[in-house]
Structures are given as C-alpha cells and as structure tokens.
C-alpha cells in the first residue's frame, strides 16, 4: 500500500486540467480523476481499474505530458501486489 502518499500541488493541477480538457481519453480522465480524489487524502490508494489506466497513458507515446504527469501520481499511489 502507498501509504502516506499524497498528490502533489503539480500533480493536482496537471489532473485538474487534464479532465477539463475536451480532447482528453477516457483512460487520461481516469488516471487524473483518481490522483485528483487522492490530493490531501494519505489513507486513500489507486483502484486496479485507475492503475491500469494510468500505466497505459504512460506508455502511450501520443499522450500529453500533462496527461503523463497525473498518471504517474495516480500509479505511485496504487497498492503494490
């Protein structure tokens, strides 16, 4: 379990404006949604389904480097198997 991880001011942001953007994913918004749920929230960890999510947005070479940073706050949050 990732605890005592929190999303970062930068990361939050990122996350912010990654589900407000239209041209966005739907694995992106996943990804974001989750490190944004998770800003300020130490007892809080990424879901299988958002960690999946964000492990394809950071292979996908098409995928913004604002998308790219909210996913890897998600997946740094994720419990660890």
Do not use: W
């Not at 944004?36 to 929230?41: C, D």
């Amino acid at each position: 379990m990732a605890k005592g991880k929190v999303t970062g001011g930068k990361a939050a942001s990122d996350a912010s404006r990654t589900l407000q953007s239209g041209s966005t994913g739907a694995r992106s918004k996943t990804a974001a949604g989750s490190a944004l749920s998770q800003t300020g929230a130490p007892s809080k960890t990424t879901s299988s389904k958002a960690a999946s999510a964000a492990s394809s947005v950071l292979r996908d070479g098409r995928t913004s480097t604002t998308s790219k940073s909210a996913a890897a706050s998600a997946l740094s949050q994720a419990r660890k198997k």
